[in-house]
């Protein structure tokens, strides 16, 4: 790759300022896009080539292409934000690409050098900057992703891939905002076994938990639950998040990485946030029963979700087939809340970035 990664080719035809204006007063999550897109080839002969940040369109690929196939894919999900100050901020990109590596090594593709998968975000952000939402919880959600582009139906890795980031402005995850959730605890069905790509953020695993969650939907519940696959005992994550469980005694527990869950940044961020407040934070196993009992009890006093499209998100209500049962008074507790806008504080730079996790985008005209 030469200095420069990417050719940089505005669209001829960008969203206007008025539609523009029209779709980020209320963007949902994951139903808008930005007008352009970062592109990366990679073949086995040359390594990474043909970068571009152009304009967003369909892909052509091949029928027989690998990834039809066989799901050789893999994904992160980051925000850019705009803060207080009016300057644009990435949170902790590097974790991301770290993570992106890992993945990428399980699924038997290349490993994207991690100033490459910076510096397509960043020439993205720089060119759709206008597209960063400024209401209240609301970000440019920020998809990378890598898939097997080979048209070749053997079984074996593909020799051939694409790299591509898109930007999606975003309001809150789920449509309550920052209430209380409820979940439901499935029996049936399992996200990931020891051995498995439980640890890679891979489209296979959200695939595989897809009728788990449709089921979550029909009783009423907002995300599902899924416990171990060897016991059927232990808490693991939600479809889409990690979980944590606060006790009044000031103990915060999470289940640890035991390569079944994902390595969640927001989960990361939060213990160590939760260490500065005192809390005494362990990463242990968590039976569901010992849910039950303990929320019964008064034991537990707080239990919340977390990931990078909901931040943190309190749980209310967790339901099984046999019944449910409340956390606390069903409403977000005080830990989970102080988290929350620790966290949030931080990211839009209004609270001191102490650990560096703040990386700035330089704009080259004004945001807004």
């Known amino acids: 790759m030469s200095e420069k990664s990417f050719v940089i080719t505005p669209t001829e035809h960008p969203v206007s300022d008025a539609d523009r204006a029209r779709l980020l007063e209320h963007p949902g999550f994951g139903a808008v896009f930005s007008d352009h897109m970062a592109t990366l080839k990679w073949t086995s002969d040359k390594g990474w080539h043909d970068g571009l940040v152009g304009p967003r369109r369909p892909f052509q690929i091949d029928p027989a292409a690998a990834v039809l196939h066989y799901g050789q894919e893999i994904f992160e999900g980051m925000k850019a934000y705009q803060t207080q100050n009016g300057g644009v901020v990435l949170f902790r990109p590097e974790a991301n690409a770290k993570r992106f590596g890992r993945s990428a090594e399980r699924l038997a593709m290349p490993v994207l050098p991690t100033e490459l998968f910076i510096e397509a975000i960043e020439e993205l952000v720089r060119l759709d900057h206008e597209w ?214 931080i990211q839009r730079g209004v609270e001191a970035d102490t650990h560096e996790w703040l990386h700035k985008i330089e704009i080259l005209q004004p945001v807004g």
């Open 132 to 345: 960063i939402p400024t209401s209240e919880g609301a970000s440019l959600y920020l998809r990378p992703f890598l898939f097997a582009t080979e048209a070749f139906l053997g079984v074996r890795p593909s020799r051939e891939f694409t790299f591509c980031v898109l930007a999606s402005p975003v309001g809150p995850y789920f449509s309550g905002g920052q209430k209380p959730i409820t979940v439901w605890v499935s029996k049936d069905y399992i996200r990931a076994a020891s051995g498995g790509t439980g640890a890679a953020k891979c489209g296979g695993n959200y695939a595989a938990g897809l009728l788990a969650q449709a089921q979550a939907y029909d009783h009423g519940c907002d995300q599902v639950v899924f416990l171990d696959a060897v016991e059927r005992r232990w808490i693991e994550e939600l479809g889409g998040m990690n979980v944590f469980f606060v006790t009044k005694d000031g103990k915060l527990m999470t289940p640890p990485l035991s390569g079944t869950i994902l390595e969640g940044i927001t989960r990361d961020s939060i213990l160590k946030l939760a260490a500065e407040q005192g809390l005494t934070v362990q990463e242990t196993p968590y039976s569901y029963e010992q849910w039950k009992l303990d929320a019964a009890s008064g034991v537990l006093t707080e239990a919340f979700a977390c990931g990078t499209a909901a931040v943190i998100v309190p749980i209310g209500v967790v339901r099984d087939a046999a019944g449910e049962f409340t956390i606390g008074n069903g409403a977000a507790g005080p830990v989970t809340e102080t988290l929350y806008h620790r966290l949030v504080n």
